[in-house]
Structure formats: C-alpha cells, structure tokens
C-alpha cells in the first residue's frame, strides 16, 4: 500500500480518467521535456514537452500535450505506483493522484518562490505504460495524433492556440473609444464541453485592433473540474483573470470588466498621445 510518503497515514490513491486515446499495453513511451531546439530555426523541432506512445491497435504515433506544466518525471516498473480507487480495466492508462504529496511539495515550493499556488489548479497526472511510468503535475493535458514524418512539430490543432484570425469577427467600439473584434471558436458547444475535462477550450478570443494590428487580449475559457463547468476571462500572461461565472459564458455575461479592461487600454494610450 503507497503512503502519503511519511510511511504513515492514509493510502494514496489514483483514479482512471477516460481519455480519448488507447495507449498501447506493451510498447515503451518517449518523454520529451525543455523547451530547446535540436534543430535550429526550422519548423521540425518546436521544443515542447510532450510524452509520445504507440496507439493500441493501429500503431499510430499518440502524443499528450500539457496545459500549465509545472513538473514531469518518469520511472520504470510494472506495479502502479500509488492504490487503485477501482480494479483496472483494458483502455485504463491514465490516472490522476488524489491528495498527493507531490502535487502538495510543488505548491509548497512554488508559493515559496513564486507565490503561485497550484492546488486549485493542478493535477497529479500518471501514464502507465508496460514497464514505465510519466508523471507530471499540469493544469490539463491534451492527446492527439501526431505527424510521424514531423513527429517534433506542434499540434495541427490545439484547444491552447489562438483562434485563427480568418474566421468571422465581429468588430465592436468600445464606450472608450478602443476597436476589438471577437471571434467564436469552430467547435460545438457539446465537443468544448466534453474536451474541457481535460483541457482549458477556448470559447471566445476578444482581440484589439490597435494602429491597424489586431492582437489577442482576452479569452473566455471552458473547463470542467469535479463535474462544475466554468467560464473565465482571461488576458494572456501576465494579464491574468479577469472574471469568471458557472457554465457557458457568452462576452455580454463580462461586459464590465472587459469595458473596464478597455477604458485602461484608452487612457494608456491618451497618455501616450494616441
């Protein structure tokens, strides 16, 4: 039985969480972790952290991506390394570690260093291949297919990139006086829905149309943790949160913040003498 880590204390337990994509039950993964190029200025080699795997039954090339990594690590052996809340069953690869002392000794550090906490956002995530174990500490986590001819290069399509800028937009005038368009993401509610369990799905993206550029500063995100959905308006780092509201948001639903967001962006600039 795997203890909290002092040898003493309740079990820690991992429970299966119902993914996507089927890892093979024999064939080794690769972890790739860093952000450095191998291959210089091309597109072959993007430098992200991703753990790679053969799909059971087809030997496609499977990749998990991660929302928020603060932490990776990897171990061989056989046995799970923490308690099992329930029997595993065929297709069951990926878990996630209940109280776990990890996750407890990265927020320590981080709120010690940083002052970013992590427990209210971050999950212990285990892999379970035949003879390795990955486990990383991460917001969220993405899978897809990969490319076997450019397996290093990012995701064709990934929740986390921005919206792309031909899609229809909406242009509005801010009561400041500040143009931004906003855009839909091309997916169904019901597949945002479904996928937020896992990652952060951009909903909308409220771009600024500033001197004849337009630029992402906000989104309004989905994602579902203990079966509450939520939707939050976020500016990209280090903007932060603005707002957030239970379930599916529409952009009226922060008209206030937003236009309080905007009405700062008017007087920076009137400041600067545009």
């Known amino acids: 039985m795997t ?18 994509v089927t890892a093979d039950s024999v064939a080794p993964p690769r972890l790739v972790y860093g952000g450095l190029q191998l291959i210089p200025c091309t597109d072959e080699d993007d430098g992200y952290a991703a753990v790679y795997f053969p799909v059971a039954g087809s030997g496609a090339l499977g990749r998990v991506t991660f929302e928020g990594l603060d932490a990776v690590r990897g171990a061989r052996g056989e046995m799970p390394p923490y308690d099992l809340t329930s029997p595993r069953v065929p297709g069951d690869w990926v878990f996630t570690v209940e109280s776990s002392p990890w ?22 995530y285990v892999f379970w291949f035949h003879d390795e174990f990955v486990e990383a500490i991460a917001e969220g986590i993405w899978l897809d297919l990969a490319d076997p001819a450019r397996p290093w290069a990012r995701p064709a399509r990934h929740p986390l990139a921005t919206l792309d800028p031909a899609l229809p937009a909406q242009l509005t005038r801010s ?24 990652c952060s799905q951009r909903l909308y993206q409220l771009d600024l149309v500033l001197d004849g550029h337009s630029r992402e500063a906000a989104s309004i995100w989905l994602r579902t943790r203990n079966d509450q959905l939520t939707s939050r308006l976020i500016r990209p780092w280090p903007g932060g949160e603005l707002a957030r509201q239970d ?19 008017a007087e920076r600039r009137r400041a600067r003498g545009r």
Not at 103 to 124: D, G, I, N, V
Not at 175 to 198: K, T
Not at 247 to 260: S, Y
């Open 3 to 20: 203890t909290n880590g002092s040898g003493i204390g309740p079990p820690v337990t991992a429970r299966a969480l119902q993914v996507p």
């Open 103 to 124: 996750l407890a000794e990265r927020h320590h550090y981080e709120m010690q260093f940083y002052s970013t906490p992590l427990l209210q956002t971050h999950q212990h």
């Open 175 to 198: 009561a400041a006086g500040i143009d931004w368009e906003l855009r839909r993401a091309p997916v169904c509610d019901d597949d945002l829905i479904r996928d937020s369990a896992l």
């Open 247 to 265: 379930g599916i948001a529409h952009p009226r639903d922060f008209t206030q913040p937003w236009e309080a967001y905007l009405e700062g962006v």
